[in-house]
């Protein structure tokens, strides 16, 4: 077991740039929105994120989303998932959804990471909508207040992606 983690430690730290700097992230669609800068109450509310990765294969997956607000909106605890585009299937080696806090307080992070053994990994050229978070549906209450969607620093990579 040990000998196992040492091996995926390497890999993910020799193998950094590979990992993660191969992909783009970025914000596909939301359900429940009325119009482009106000979400619904009431409703489930789910941001969906496109992974598009360049020409090459590669080794893993780092990626994390942080959704805070600034002026006190809450919600319904951050859920993190998959499409099913990306997951144990290309990753054999590990494959996580871990909530964690960036701020210390509360679980306000969602980090994604996956490392191949044998699989595919990430494809060349893969595009597509690979991750959602869910927060909804949010109290009338919470109307005026702000939502904030933003990549996170997430370990072991530690870089920020948009």
């Known amino acids: 077991m040990k000998l196992r983690f040492f091996v995926l430690l390497s890999i993910m730290v020799l193998g950094g740039y590979g ?3 191969a992909q783009s992230l970025s914000l596909d669609h939301t359900d429940g929105l009325i119009d482009a800068d106000h979400l619904d109450t009431g409703v489930p509310v789910t941001f969906y ?3 598009t990765g360049d020409d090459d294969t590669h080794s893993g997956i780092t990626n994390g989303f942080r959704v805070y607000s ?3 909106a809450v919600w319904n605890p951050l859920v ?3 499409t099913g585009t990306l997951g144990r299937t290309q990753f054999d080696g590990l494959f996580y959804i871990n909530k964690f806090s960036i701020t210390g307080s509360g679980a306000d992070t969602v980090g994604f990471s996956g490392a191949r ?3 595919s990994g990430l494809p060349a050229n893969f595009d597509d909508v690979a991750y959602t978070l869910d927060i909804g549906p949010i109290a009338e209450s919470e109307i005026g207040k702000t939502i904030c969607l933003d990549s996170a620093y ?3 990579s530690g870089v920020w992606k948009w």
Do not use: A, L, N
């Open 49 to 51: 994120i496109r992974v």
């Open 80 to 82: 993190g998932d998959t």
């Open 19 to 21: 990992m993660v700097g």
């Open 70 to 72: 600034d002026d006190g």
């Open 154 to 156: 997430f370990p072991p």
């Open 117 to 119: 053994f044998f699989e």
